[in-house]
T-cell receptor
């Protein structure tokens, strides 16, 4: 079945450092790919998405590119802030049949001043 | 729209009691998902509905768990009887039945079974 694998956390960075959180997926067909963010005590919010190969999703300085050849959707940000501290989830949604959203295990990011 | 609304936000109950969690999806959404989040197991999909019909309940951990969606604007997740290992944050999410669309999450219900 469909699955998402993302790097274990926590990822600990200093403010203004470069961020990469790796995500790879297994799916039949051509899924849509998402990054969600969860701030403490809150639900998940969509951060960005990409719906086809080579698409780049971006929002709030974060970017991720849909790489079909490597089945990857790595999240990057050039300069993190303390306010980016959260848990980040990679997810996919199959575009065939029922649109079940499958999540990775989440990666906690801690940014220190 | 107010977004996905879950109630209660927090629930503390004693082992053996029945617990009912409630969810109001975003109006017009065709899909409704129930997830459970724990430190040990992360985010697990319990069950999801399409047009009020349960499509896949393979994630429901035991027969003690049941979910219903009597109409397009309301769903419940019931645990009877509850056990301490059911303690978790339960999220409801909804989405349109369109390709490439994302799901919108509620704030969650933090359940503590003592």
């Amino acid at each position: 079945g469909d699955s998402v694998t993302q790097m274990e956390g926590p990822v600990t960075l200093s403010e203004e450092a470069f961020l990469t959180i790796n995500c790879t997926y297994t799916a039949t067909g051509y899924p849509s790919l998402f990054w969600y963010v969860q701030y403490p005590g809150e639900g998940l919010q969509l951060l960005l998405k990409a719906t086809k190969a080579d698409d780049k999703g971006s929002n709030k300085g974060f970017e991720a590119t849909y790489r079909k050849e490597t089945t990857s959707f790595h999240l990057e940000k050039g300069s993190v802030q303390v306010s980016d501290s959260a848990v980040y989830f990679c997810a996919l949604s199959s575009n065939t049949g029922f649109q079940k959203l499958v999540f990775g295990t989440g990666t906690r990011l801690l940014v220190s001043p | 729209d107010a977004g996905v609304i879950q109630s209660p936000r927090h629930e503390v109950t004693e082992m053996g009691q029945e617990v009912t969690l409630r969810c109001k999806p975003i109006s017009g959404h065709d899909y409704l998902f129930w997830y459970r989040q724990t430190m040990m197991r992360g985010l697990e999909l319990l069950i999801y509905f399409n047009n009020n019909v349960p499509i896949d309940d393979s994630g429901m951990p035991e027969d003690r768990f049941s979910a219903k969606m009597p109409n397009a604007s309301f769903s419940t997740l019931k645990i009877q009887p509850s056990e301490p290992r059911d303690s978790a944050v339960y999220f409801c999410a909804s989405s349109y039945a369109q390709l490439n669309t994302e799901a919108f999450f509620g704030q969650g219900t933090r359940l503590t079974v003592v």
